[in-house]
């Protein structure tokens, strides 16, 4: 074997350390604020126009917001700073609103949002080419129109799965979207709780239940004036309603409020100052939030208090409670009044002790909806991955890539940093199109920026390779409607593991697991394994393949100066380089002349590790232990090497692995994932049990110990690769895939 020039002792740290940020990058997607456009009936003071005007405020610093209202009220919310207001003109609202529609679709985008608008008005809007998409804030209960009128949608939007359910029992077969929409509810001043109750004439220690929304028939306000009566009789409770009345209806619950308040005698205990335009500011004035409603979309008001940390004691009414948050008690609204009366003196008695999802920006659930549109789709693929680092799922990307290219429209969009520039550059030279996603690590601005692309370049398909679930899941909710067929190849069983952790993040944008596996199109598995219940019918196993390298493989028994050990693989606690230090140290024992070769190293996010394995070479760094830093090479440096030990705590398909038998190097794996479809123990590697050094140090003597069996491996490793895990196998696997899913779209 050819000798190997040792790395000098002081290049090892910055070889076995990688840098901060990469020497190069691909140019990074640059929003060019696309106009997003929502229609509402009118600004009046209710919650669903709250909702609206809260996403309009948030989103108007990264796009242009338009609103288009077409009735004016008395009373309204006010509209944020930087938000066009188109008023309709209600003489020729039909036409005026066609005409609108023409005009937004020449902008580039025509899916507008349309909240509480008649199917008429609708239709209206799509006679001038736009693509309204029907949201729906209420139960079936409170709907303005019945179920059938939604069928000619492209898609509909509800703010609760309980909302979802009732269109799903009614018939409705058009793909229903949720949108849970938890409000961020700023810091109230320190003198709020005070400025409020003198406001309001309340006393500073009083037992304060506040409700909040319009006085109509629906919110059962008669209801909570009998539960502050029997409450008043042994606590200073006092009820503050805020809250005008809407309509006729409303005007008629109004008067019917103030009667019944003077017949229980609890008037002097009730406020009713109206609306106020900000009512989450009034929150501090309450002990507790109470909600009587006989049926509900997703009450606002709701979560605005939990997120504002106040308990709440509400109807279990239609999709109340769909979003756990500590402080929230629910009751049937025919509960007995003894269980509200228990329930809210709990809640005084046992406030939350954090408030609920703070921060969490679920307006922007809003906005992937707004960039999705109805577009013609045209055969490609857009391979999504996390990064461009030295990894295995990286280099078996990049080999596909160069495989593929030439032969179908592909592009690979990367939503991370990446270390280094070398398959940038490779891919550069090979004419593949690289599409950097954003500068962030935000989920959402990866998921924006992958939707706009994918609208803008029209791909049939998107592919993940080795992503963030939540890139994932918010691309396969987003996505649906627009019919792009989504795969996933799937690194492992871990990642499965890694979807299930993110039970809470799903919970609040209502879409799960099993809504994701029901999505995907295809789920590639690398090896035969098991996969999740719901993916099961979508199972398609294509081995990983790699190139064969152009130098020939090593003759084990020609001898050599010193045998080597090569581990191939980024430093980090799952490729366990601490035990594998400690076997060789049992090795040395027996084989003192034996080098290891190291050929990764550690990325910025396990640096600490990266310290902690220099510390355990110690000494033997630069004699028996050298460092190349990343070697992007390696296939084919392989072949100078006796035995590679590849290592790894959730394996895959190791491409290590692959790479290694082509190479004609016997392999020495731990039996995780897909690697004993590679190592056939005996005969093509050798599998390891256990971690233990000895296991590990003996395995290695094995091989070095015995040249003639050395060959006998490296030759088996190699066909074993030209028959089962060759490029061409690959990609020809993938191609077949991807073409098959493009059948059904227009020439």
């Known amino acids: 074997m050819d000798s190997v020039e040792p790395v000098a002792t002081a290049t090892i740290i910055p070889t076995l350390l990688a840098p901060e940020r990469a020497e190069r990058q691909p140019p990074r997607f640059a929003p060019d604020r696309p106009t997003l456009t929502a229609a509402i009936a009118t600004l009046a003071l209710g919650g669903a126009e709250r909702i609206v005007l809260d996403w309009a405020a948030h989103c108007a610093a990264r796009y242009r917001v338009r609103l288009i209202v077409l009735r004016k009220t008395a009373a309204e919310w006010p509209v944020p700073p930087d938000i066009a207001v188109t008023r309709i003109d209600e003489a020729n609202s039909l036409s005026h609103l066609t005409a609108i529609g023409a005009e937004i679709t020449a902008s580039g985008n025509p899916s507008i949002l349309c909240h509480l608008l008649k199917s008429g008005e609708r239709k209206a809007l799509a006679l001038g080419g736009a693509w309204p998409i029907p949201v729906l804030h209420n139960a079936a209960a409170g709907w303005i129109e019945e179920a059938e009128t939604l069928a000619a949608a492209p898609y509909v939007i509800t703010v609760s799965r309980a909302a979802q359910k009732e269109l799903r029992a009614s018939g409705l077969r058009t793909p229903c979207a949720v949108v849970h929409h938890l409000p961020r509810t700023p810091v109230p001043r320190a003198d709020a709780r005070m400025q409020w109750r003198a406001r309001w004439a309340l006393p500073p220690d009083a037992c304060v239940i506040g409700m909040i929304g319009a006085v109509k028939p629906q919110k059962d306000y008669p209801s909570a004036l009998r539960l502050l009566a029997t409450l008043a009789t042994h606590r200073d409770a006092y009820l503050v309603i805020v809250g005008g009345p809407i309509g006729r209806d409303g005007m008629l619950a109004w008067s019917a409020l103030l009667t019944l308040a003077q017949y229980l005698r609890v008037d002097t205990r009730v406020r009713l100052p109206g609306f106020v335009v900000h009512a989450t500011d009034c929150l501090p004035a309450f002990d507790v939030l109470l909600n009587t409603s006989r049926y509900e979309g997703l009450s606002i008001a709701t979560l605005e208090a939990l997120a504002a940390g106040l308990p709440v004691v509400a109807s279990a009414v239609g999709g109340q409670g769909e979003i756990a948050a500590p402080g929230l008690t629910l009751l049937a609204p025919d509960a007995a009044s003894v269980a509200w009366l228990h329930a809210i003196q709990h809640a005084l008695d046992h406030p939350p002790h954090a408030p609920a999802w703070r921060g969490f920006p679920s307006h922007r659930l809003w906005t992937l909806f707004h960039l999705v549109r109805k577009v013609d789709l045209q055969p490609g693929v857009l391979f999504v991955t996390a990064n461009l680092n030295a990894g295995g799922a990286q280099r078996s990307l990049c080999n596909l890539a160069h495989a593929l290219s030439g032969t179908l429209r592909f592009e690979i969009a990367v939503c991370g940093e990446s270390s280094s520039d070398y398959f940038y550059g490779r891919l550069e030279r090979a004419g593949v199109a690289v599409f950097r996603s954003a500068a962030t690590r935000d989920c959402f601005d990866h998921a924006e920026a992958l939707v706009h692309h994918v609208m803008t370049q029209r791909f049939a398909t998107l592919c993940f390779w080795n992503v963030d679930a939540k890139i994932k899941l918010l691309l396969a909710k987003a996505l649906s409607p627009a019919g792009v067929k989504l795969m996933d190849v799937s690194p492992g069983g871990y990642a499965f593991e890694e979807m299930r952790a993110l039970g809470e993040f799903q919970q609040w944008i209502a879409f799960d697991e099993r809504e994701y596996h029901a999505q995907l199109h295809t789920l590639v598995l690398k090896y035969r394994g098991d996969a999740p219940a719901g993916a099961r019918g979508k199972v398609q196993t294509i081995p990983n393949g790699v190139p064969l390298p152009a130098r020939a493989p090593v003759d084990h028994t020609s001898g050599h100066a010193a045998p080597r050990v090569v581990v191939s693989g980024r430093i980090a ?72 030990l590849i290592l790894g705590e959730h394996q895959g398909s190791p491409n290590a692995v692959l790479e290694a038998l082509a190479a004609g190097v016997p392999v020495v794996a731990n039996d995780s994932g897909g690697t004993r479809e590679m190592v056939i123990n005996g005969r093509t590697g050798i599998l390891l049990r256990t971690m233990d050094a000895a296991e590990i140090a003996a395995a290695l003597a094995r091989v070095i110990g015995d040249p003639a069996y050395a060959q006998r491996l490296s030759r088996a490793g190699r066909r074993h690769v030209e028959t089962h895990h060759s490029m061409r196998q690959m990609s020809a696997s993938y191609r077949t895939l991807f073409e098959s899913s493009w059948r059904n779209l227009p020439c």
């Open 573 to 644: 606690p799952s490729k366990f380089v601490l035990e594998i230090i400690a076997a060789m140290r049992v090795l040395w024992q027996r084989h003192p002349r034996v080098e290891l070769h190291l050929l990764g190293r550690a990325e910025p996010r396990h640096a600490a590790y990266g310290r902690e394995v220099l510390a355990a070479i110690g000494g033997e760094l630069g004699s028996r232990v050298f460092a190349h830093g990343a070697v992007f090479d390696a296939p084919e440096q392989l072949s100078q090497y006796t035995v590679s």
